[in-house]
């Protein structure tokens, strides 16, 4: 049965699904290509479960009905970015372009996102408006891990 192969389309190194990773490859490249796998990974599932939350229209601290009918759509646009992270890091992901340069732009997109939610808590934790450990958690592991992965280098194309 053919199991596929390991080579390039358009200049990009792929691994079509169903390929097979038998092997166990110890290299620097293999281990961050494996933590990477799982940062994606990890973020697709977070990401999924979050926007799918917001979809109601409203935070989870939030009581039902305390939103008026225009700040819900914001909430479900916050929804939808978060929703359209998780599917772009779910299809680097199942294509295998998770150690590529189109990996490495994708991390740039996710880095930039968490970045600027970082930043934008910062402002919140400088007026007063919210406590510290907001400004770090969730967005700042994601945003160093991605904008790390951005700047490395990529497998060869």
């Keep these: 049965r053919f199991r596929g192969y390991r080579g390039h389309r358009d200049g990009i190194l792929f691994t079509p699904r169903g ?10 490249r293999a281990m961050t290509s494996t933590f990477m796998d799982f940062a994606y990974a990890a973020h697709a599932v977070v990401e999924l479960i979050l926007g799918a939350l917001k979809l109601r229209g409203r935070y989870a601290h939030e009581a039902p009905g305390s939103r008026s009918g225009k700040s819900k759509m914001y909430v479900r646009h916050h929804a939808a970015s978060l929703l359209a992270h ?27 996102f968490h970045g600027g939610a970082v930043g934008a808590a910062f402002t919140a934790w400088a007026g007063g408006e919210l406590p510290s450990w907001k400004v770090f958690v969730p967005h700042s592991p994601f945003a160093i891990i991605f904008l790390v992965h951005a700047l490395g280098s990529a497998a060869p194309s």
């Design 19 to 28: 390929a097979s990773r038998s092997h166990t490859d110890h290299t620097p």
């Design 86 to 112: 998780a599917l772009l890091g779910a299809l680097m992901l199942h294509a295998g372009l998770v150690d590529t340069r189109v990996g490495q732009g994708a991390s740039l997109v996710l880095a930039t």
